[in-house]
């Protein structure tokens, strides 16, 4: 879990959230604050002033790096987490003592609690274990994926640059001033067995090198891997004692960097939900929950699924798509309305 690379942004409201919560210490000393982007198309630069049209700013940290603040955190507190189970099943979802069942050790072991968090992403068991005939999905897959790669190489850049390229989209992100976190958009089924670095760099140079005087900085690749790209929602958020969160309800494709914000989102409600119910008896925020969280997913699901149409090439695009892509591209470079609207929706809404 510690080690396993993934996404790398946090929203405005997100940074604040995890220094509210106390896990701000190494955030703050780590992360990097960014106040722009870049979108690259039609061999130009364009920078989006993210702080400057909406006063709030992203943070580049590592979700590897939350999630081992996170652990620490609950460790200290004196939590207990159970790593390594098997077989989790839940069961009376629909009484006041719901249960979870496990085998830990070889040992069969039970979790009697008060409400089920399903926090279990996509390929979990909570979202299964709601009957059937009570929620319903939507969802969108797409016909390509993205290759990334964590790179030990000074980043060629200050700002993250989002490329739109004949060849595919490119993406040039960082983890540290040593460390590039590059993404190549490439077919769903490709193998990446048949990407050697070199092959990587060489694909990342022709989308990435489009603008005169600029060239990226190669170094060995420390890790690489194909990830699908889907977006997915199933609603309601909840049913009975059960509460589903993050990736367990909700996916989208990576293009604006939301995934792990929404997640951090849906934990901030249901946080304070089960805060009014244990103090206070208050059970509104509970009733509440999925409708609330999911004004948030829709609008990141709106947001992610217009990147990505803006940014990626379809194989199959014809030439008048194309040309409504560099269209739309250019209308974020050249009009403060519609760039504003792409930065709010890039550093988070504080309220949906
Ligand atoms: C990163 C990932 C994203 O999906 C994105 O839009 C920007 C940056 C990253 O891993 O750094």
Not at 60 to 85: C, H, M, N, P, S
Not at 206 to 218: C, D, F, I, K
Not at 239 to 260: F, N, Q, S
Request: glycine share 8%; net charge negative; with cysteine.
């Amino acid at each position: 879990m510690e080690q396993r690379v993934r996404a790398g942004v946090l929203e405005q409201g997100s940074v604040d959230l995890l220094c509210c919560s106390g896990l701000g210490e190494r955030l703050q000393r780590e992360g990097m604050r960014h106040e722009g982007i870049e979108l690259r198309f039609d061999r130009e630069a364009h920078r989006v002033p993210l702080t400057g049209l909406t006063g709030r700013a992203i943070t580049v940290y590592g979700q590897q790096e939350v999630v081992k603040d996170l652990i620490a955190a609950r460790t200290a507190a004196g939590g207990r987490i159970l790593f390594e189970v098997d077989d989790v099943r839940l069961d009376g979802l629909d009484s006041d003592s719901p249960v979870i069942r496990f085998r830990r050790d070889g040992r069969d072991e039970e979790l009697h609690c008060d409400f089920v968090a399903g926090c279990d992403g996509f390929h979990g068991v909570s979202r299964g274990s709601v009957p059937e005939g009570v929620l319903t999905t939507y969802e969108r897959t797409y016909p390509f994926a993205w290759l990334g790669i964590l790179a030990a190489a000074p980043p060629a850049v200050d700002e993250l640059i989002y490329a739109n390229h004949e060849r595919g989209f490119a993406l040039h992100s960082l983890r540290s001033p040593e460390i590039s976190r590059l993404y190549l958009q490439v077919d769903p089924d490709e193998d990446i067995a048949d990407w050697p670095d070199e092959r990587i760099w060489s694909e990342l140079r022709a989308r990435l090198e489009t603008v005169p005087g600029w060239s990226l900085n190669e170094g060995p690749i420390l890790e690489k891997s194909i990830t699908p790209m889907r977006s997915f929602v199933v609603e309601p958020m909840q049913w009975e004692r059960l509460y589903l969160a993050g990736d367990a309800v909700h996916i989208v494709p990576p293009t604006g960097a939301k995934g792990m914000n929404l997640a951090l989102a849906d934990v901030a409600l249901l946080g304070d939900a089960f805060a009014a119910w244990y103090a206070e008896g208050r059970t509104e925020l509970l009733e509440n929950y999925s409708r609330t969280a999911l004004r948030r997913v829709w609008r990141a699901q709106h947001f992610s699924w217009w990147m990505t149409s803006m940014l990626h090439r379809l194989d199959t695009q014809d030439p008048y798509e194309a040309k409504l892509q560099s269209s739309t591209l250019r209308y974020v470079a050249t009009s403060r309305a519609y760039a504003t609207s792409l930065a709010e929706n890039y550093v988070g809404l504080p309220e949906v």
